[in-house]
T-cell receptor, first 110, second 114 residues
Framework: QKEVEQDPGPLSVPEGAIVSLNCTYS??????FMWYRQYSRKGPELLMYTYSSGNKEDGRFTAQVDKSSKYISLFIRDSQPSDSATYLCAMSVNNNDMRFGAGTRLTVKP | DGGITQSPKYLFRKEGQNVTLSCEQN?????MYWYRQDPGQGLRLIYY???????QKGDIAEGYSVSREKKESFPLTVTSAQKNPTAFYLC?????????????FGPGTRLTVL
């Protein structure tokens, strides 16, 4: 079993839809949770960063962490074609042991 | 502009050759990292460095070597001992390895073995 599981998709939605991206994990010691967006042939860029459990909102993006279920989510409201990218979840106990999901490829169609 | 630069963007290597990938940052970050990204897999940590003249092996260090002679620079050498080096290589940095700071990534180098 991988430490971090993420459905690779691909996921295709119409413009304006609400997108839900998810990861599950097995290591209960993880306490830092990140979501990165990666455009094709580019490096990942940090979207959201959450410590421990709870929700965090930033514009159209909401990150949720449920430590009891070992489950994290990223919601994108009013999705735009420019949101088309691969979304990577990542988590760590400390900053030098980051574990990444395989990434979910999202396409938002106009 | 502050950021991380990687060069070259594309690199081709013949079997049996060593190649060095460059990573430079002007963010004044102490910690730097090298990851490898393969299709369908998460990023995997090759090496990381907490401070100048110090570095530690990550999960897949075999066949790779690094140096950290300057704070700004963390080059990665892919040696001939790396059996399957074709991949997308990403360098990252963060303020500190002890604090839960986010890692910032460079644009990547795509290495292809011919």
């Amino acid at each position: 079993q991988k430490e971090v599981e993420q459905d690779p998709g691909p996921l295709s939605v119409p413009e304006g839809a609400i997108v839900s991206l998810n990861c599950t994990y097995s290591n209960s010691a993880f306490q830092y949770f990140m979501w990165y967006r990666q455009y094709s042939r580019k490096g990942p860029e940090l979207l959201m960063y959450t410590y421990s459990s709870g929700n965090k909102e930033d514009g159209r993006f909401t990150a949720q962490v449920d430590k009891s279920s070992k489950y994290i989510s990223l919601f994108i409201r009013d999705s735009q074609p420019s949101d088309s990218a691969t979304y990577l979840c990542a988590m760590s106990v400390n900053n030098n042991d980051m574990r990444f999901g395989a990434g979910t490829r999202l396409t938002v169609k106009p | 502009d502050g950021g991380i630069t990687q060069s070259p963007k594309y690199l081709f290597r013949k079997e049996g050759q060593n190649v060095t990938l460059s990573c430079e940052q002007n963010l004044n970050h102490d910690a730097m990292y090298w990851y490898r990204q393969d299709p369908g897999q998460g990023l995997r940590l090759i090496y990381y460095s907490q401070i100048v003249n110090d570095f530690q092996k990550g999960d897949i260090a075999e066949g790779y070597s690094v140096s950290r002679e300057k704070k700004e620079s963390f080059p990665l050498t892919v040696t001939s001992a790396q059996k399957n080096p074709t991949a997308f290589y990403l360098c990252a940095s963060s303020l500190s390895i002890a604090a839960p700071n986010e890692q910032f990534f460079g644009p990547g180098t795509r290495l292809t073995v011919l």
